[in-house]
């Protein structure tokens, strides 16, 4: 409070002014998104050199110590470094994009032309490729900072092993360290999760961006296929592959997607999306996106596991309280088995696309499936603290003497069945006059890691919990997971959003509006804050 004397006509008049205190900002690393960073960095109370810092503080202990979460391969070396000219082009007035000055991790199938990039195999670890992933050159000029790469299911297939590689060992899930991070984006998501960075990247083929971010409590896209460019990204089935963002929020996803969506003539399927790719996603996050529409629950894939059904049960109750009408969906009989669709690029698909990869890496490195399986067995490997996981291993001797691009099977799977399937899930969202299709992500939790060799607590009917993702691997249509609670024994369980080719605005919409009235996220317990992560400005 001020007094202020004043004069008029010559009268002393005393007049009181009441000034407003200005509101104080909490800026807390636990929860913050990348606009809270950003406002922080605007204040000039935060630089991306702190934020760096602080981030690589976390990683020192817990990562390399205290729960061991092993989430990270490599750590870049020039982060800091990146982070003090990112901060002096902030101070000239100069903006990147909206990742300026943000740490992310990248899944360690994507390329980085100044780290390696191993896919999780011991013999690229020295791998360095000529040049950056379409993607990462795009998240880069947006203003990210790559803090690091992250361990993965060896090229990005788990094989009972979910989240162990011969060149990272086996991450575990920061909610339980004796759960695995399901796979094959395990690495990034445990990261995310254990708050390492912002956000971060993975791939999707057989729901491996999906499956870690829901045994993890995150926001996993997987978008529609050629929506987001392969172009140097580790290929395992190019028939599904697709890369997207894992985050803990669903406009940090929106943004992050908006930053990796867009055509590119290295990956020809990209150049459909021209017309529909978006750079601001986060213009289709409205509260009351629900209300009114039509939501069709998948039951085919319920019963795994009476918790996760009781919570898709509270799930639907929110959705429809927000205004949505949730109708169930029984799926034709061809839908029922997924797998079937997807075996025969699976098994036929690996070989030529991965010797495709190999040419670009310079030498000493493998140029053939069969060098690279004989590189896997050598004694060094083999005999180390983390050899190859033997079914993995198995599976790629299998596939050196697959029938390749040209196999029959294939081909007659990619021409005749696959575009079936996209169809018929049309139809039933047609019949059943639906917006989108919902589901929990997996059936079953996180289950134990595979060296725990059994676990009373972990109950799982499902044959395969994940199989009803499956389904937009196989269409090619974009799925969005996010946190719909979590078991007594605090697992993260997470509800998938899918629907037709490029609905990421509509799905983004629902998941909001659904995050929104929900509030399901909380983070895990063997990660906590570290001095100096929260304060006010």
Same mark, same amino acid.
């Given at each position: 409070?001020? &007094?202020?004397?004043?004069?008029?006509?010559?009268?002393?008049?005393?007049?009181?002014?009441?000034?407003?205190?200005?509101?104080?900002?909490?800026?807390?690393?636990?929860?913050?998104?990348?606009?809270?960073?950003?406002?922080?960095?605007?204040?000039?109370?935060?630089?991306?050199?702190?934020?760096?810092?602080?981030?690589?503080?976390?990683?020192?202990?817990?990562?390399?110590?205290?729960?061991?979460?092993?989430? #990270?391969?490599?750590?870049?070396?020039?982060?800091?470094?990146?982070?003090?000219?990112?901060?002096?082009?902030?101070?000239?007035?100069?903006?990147?994009?909206?990742?300026?000055?943000?740490?992310?991790?990248?899944?360690?199938?994507?390329?980085?032309?100044?780290?390696? @990039?191993?896919?999780?195999?011991?013999?690229?670890?020295?791998?360095?490729?000529?040049?950056?992933?379409?993607?990462?050159?795009?998240?880069? %000029?947006?203003?990210?900072?790559?803090?690091?790469?992250?361990?993965?299911?060896?090229?990005?297939?788990?094989?009972?092993?979910?989240?162990?590689?011969?060149?990272?060992?086996? @991450?575990?899930?920061?909610?339980?360290?004796?759960?695995?991070?399901?796979?094959?984006?395990?690495?990034?998501?445990?990261?995310?999760?254990?708050?390492?960075?912002?956000?971060?990247?993975?791939?999707? @083929?057989?729901?491996?961006?999906?499956?870690?971010?829901?045994?993890?409590?995150?926001?996993?896209?997987?978008?529609?296929?050629? #929506?987001?460019?392969?172009?140097?990204?580790?290929?395992?089935?190019?028939?599904?592959?697709?890369?997207?963002?894992?985050?803990?929020?669903?406009?940090?996803?929106?943004?992050?997607?908006?930053?990796?969506?867009?055509?590119?003539?290295?990956?020809?399927?990209?150049?459909?999306?021209?017309?529909?790719?978006?750079?601001?996603?986060?213009?289709?996050?409205?509260?009351?996106?629900?209300?009114?529409?039509?939501?069709?629950?998948?039951?085919?894939?319920?019963?795994?596991?009476?918790?996760?059904?009781?919570?898709?049960?509270?799930?639907?109750?929110?959705?429809?309280?927000?205004?949505?009408?949730?109708?169930?969906?029984? #799926?034709?009989?061809?839908? %029922?088995?997924?797998?079937?669709?997807?075996?025969?690029?699976?098994?036929?698909?690996?070989?030529?696309?991965?010797?495709?990869?190999?040419?670009?890496?310079?030498?000493?490195?493998?140029?053939?499936?069969?060098?690279?399986?004989?590189?896997?067995?050598?004694?060094?490997?083999?005999?180390?603290?983390?050899?190859?996981?033997?079914?993995? #291993?198995?599976?790629?001797?299998?596939?050196?003497?697959?029938?390749?691009?040209?196999?029959?099977?294939?081909?007659?799977?990619?021409?005749?069945?696959?575009?079936?399937?996209?169809?018929?899930?049309?139809?039933?969202?047609?019949?059943?006059?639906?917006?989108?299709?919902?589901?929990?992500?997996?059936? &079953?939790?996180?289950?134990?890691?595979?060296?725990?060799?059994?676990?009373?607590?972990?109950? &799982?009917?499902?044959?395969?919990?994940?199989?009803?993702?499956?389904?937009?691997?196989?269409?090619?249509?974009?799925?969005?997971?996010?946190?719909?609670?979590?078991?007594?024994?605090?697992?993260?369980?997470?509800?998938?959003?899918?629907?037709?080719?490029?609905? %990421?605005?509509?799905?983004?919409?629902?998941?909001?509006?659904?995050?929104?009235?929900?509030?399901?996220?909380?983070?895990?317990?063997?990660?906590?804050?570290?001095?100096?992560?929260?304060?006010?400005?």
């Amino acid at each position: 409070m001020k &007094c202020l004397g004043l004069s008029a006509g010559g009268l002393a008049i005393a007049a009181t002014i009441f000034v407003s205190p200005v509101r104080a900002e909490t800026f807390d690393l636990q929860t913050a998104t990348i606009a809270d960073m950003q406002a922080a960095m605007t204040a000039e109370a935060l630089t991306s050199e702190a934020l760096v810092q602080l981030y690589l503080d976390r990683i020192a202990a817990y990562d390399d110590e205290g729960p061991a979460i092993n989430a #990270l391969i490599t750590i870049n070396p020039n982060a800091l470094a990146e982070a003090i000219a990112l901060d002096a082009a902030r101070a000239r007035g100069e903006n990147m994009g909206p990742l300026h000055g943000i740490p992310i991790i990248l899944k360690d199938n994507y390329d980085t032309a100044d780290m390696p @990039t191993t896919a999780g195999s011991a013999v690229l670890a020295e791998a360095i490729p000529p040049d950056d992933a379409f993607v990462v050159s795009r998240l880069r %000029e947006a203003g990210a900072i790559i803090l690091g790469k992250a361990n993965m299911s060896e090229f990005a297939a788990s094989y009972g092993r979910l989240g162990y590689s011969s060149r990272g060992g086996l @991450t575990l899930n920061p909610y339980n360290l004796s759960r695995n991070a399901s796979g094959s984006s395990s690495g990034t998501a445990a990261a995310i999760a254990a708050n390492f960075a912002a956000l971060g990247t993975g791939s999707d @083929t057989a729901g491996s961006i999906r499956g870690p971010a829901a045994v993890t409590g995150l926001v996993g896209i997987k978008p529609t296929m050629g #929506l987001v460019s392969r172009d140097g990204i580790v290929p395992l089935t190019l028939s599904f592959d697709v890369g997207g963002p894992i985050a803990r929020t669903v406009t940090d996803a929106a943004i992050a997607l908006g930053v990796m969506a867009g055509p590119d003539s290295a990956d020809p399927r990209t150049l459909e999306s021209e017309a529909d790719a978006v750079a601001d996603y986060t213009q289709f996050l409205e509260a009351d996106a629900l209300d009114g529409a039509r939501i069709g629950l998948i039951t085919d894939f319920l019963g795994g596991n009476a918790e996760v059904d009781a919570l898709t049960k509270l799930a639907v109750d929110q959705l429809e309280a927000q205004g949505a009408t949730v109708v169930t969906v029984d #799926l034709p009989a061809s839908l %029922e088995n997924p797998w079937s669709y997807m075996g025969p690029a699976w098994d036929n698909e690996f070989k030529p696309q991965i010797e495709a990869y190999l040419a670009t890496l310079p030498e000493p490195f493998p140029k053939s499936l069969a060098a690279l399986v004989e590189a896997s067995m050598a004694p060094a490997i083999m005999d180390s603290a983390t050899p190859v996981n033997p079914a993995r #291993l198995e599976s790629l001797l299998t596939m050196v003497a697959t029938g390749g691009l040209a196999d029959t099977g294939l081909l007659y799977s990619l021409s005749n069945e696959i575009p079936t399937i996209r169809a018929t899930l049309l139809d039933v969202m047609a019949a059943a006059d639906i917006d989108a299709l919902i589901y929990p992500t997996m059936a &079953c939790p996180a289950s134990p890691i595979y060296t725990v060799e059994s676990d009373p607590t972990y109950v &799982c009917e499902a044959g395969d919990p994940y199989s009803a993702g499956y389904l937009a691997n196989i269409a090619g249509f974009p799925d969005i997971t996010l946190p719909m609670g979590f078991t007594e024994a605090g697992l993260p369980i997470g509800l998938s959003f899918m629907a037709e080719a490029y609905s %990421e605005p509509k799905l983004l919409g629902f998941a909001y509006a659904y995050e929104q009235a929900s509030q399901l996220s909380q983070p895990p317990q063997t990660t906590p804050p570290l001095p100096g992560e929260r304060f006010e400005y």
